[in-house]
């Protein structure tokens, strides 16, 4: 059974950092893209980064918003992914998916969600 | 950055009713369109990739279809579980983009 698990999140002041982990199992974690989706309150969608496979070099990809304050990582060891946030804003507070992508017929999809990590960054 | 815009923002509807719903995108996307379903209080689950492969689990009443700007999510025969939000997502280029959702509700 493919299991994501979410973990890391909390209370932050903006300007501070926090590291999410997501925690895989039920497949060859080495061979997927791992991406970060996250929902603000009340809010839609918005994917956030991608962090490719070890054949791809394991590249990142940002949305412009978190690009240049968030890094993301995998562990294939481990079977882990994270996502370090720094320099957080009120306006990163969200619920923090985990995904696993997959690539078929040319496009990405995510197929498997983590339950979600709830990050609010408030003074 | 593509964006991705759903109509019509809710729905409203009766079990075993039919339901469609739009997703249209600023530029052609080919068919690297994904459908997610989600209840509140839930995980987004992935239902259609690739704008008309049904996931894995995913009940035949769900279908897809589309390609280039304009696609289309159709449930035949509503079920209570079936009440929800939809989002659509583009893969074709990243950063990849959501619609705001189509809440499906109980008429």
């Known amino acids: 059974e493919v299991k994501l698990v979410d973990s890391g999140g909390g209370l932050v002041q903006p300007g501070g950092s926090l590291t999410l982990s997501c925690t895989t199992s039920g497949f060859t974690f080495g061979d997927y893209p791992m991406s970060w989706v996250r929902q603000a309150p009340g809010k839609g969608l918005e994917w956030v980064a991608l962090?490719?496979?070890?054949?791809?070099?394991?590249?990142?990809e940002f949305v412009a918003s978190v690009r240049g304050r968030f890094t993301v990582s995998r562990d294939d060891s481990k079977n882990v992914a994270r996502l370090q946030m720094n320099t957080l804003k009120v306006e990163d507070t969200a619920m923090y998916y985990c995904t696993r992508t997959s690539r078929i017929l040319g496009g990405s999809h995510f197929d498997y969600w983590g339950q979600g990590a709830l990050v609010t960054v408030s003074s | 950055d593509i964006q991705m815009t759903q109509s019509p923002s809710s729905l409203s509807a009766s079990v075993g009713d039919g339901a469609t719903f739009t997703c249209r995108a600023s530029?052609?996307?080919?068919?690297?369109l994904n459908w997610y379903q989600q209840k509140p209080g839930k995980v987004p689950r992935l239902l259609i990739y690739?704008?008309?492969s049904l996931q894995s689990g995913v009940p035949s009443r769900f279908s897809g279809s589309g390609s280039g700007t304009d696609f289309t999510l159709t449930i035949n025969n509503l079920q209570p579980e079936d009440f929800a939000t939809y989002f659509c997502q583009q893969s074709y280029i990243i950063p990849y983009t959501f619609g705001q959702g189509t809440k499906l509700e109980i008429k």
């Open positions: 690739a704008a008309s």
């Open positions: 530029q052609s996307i080919s068919n690297y």
């Open positions: 962090i490719r496979t070890k054949g791809y070099g394991e590249t990142t």
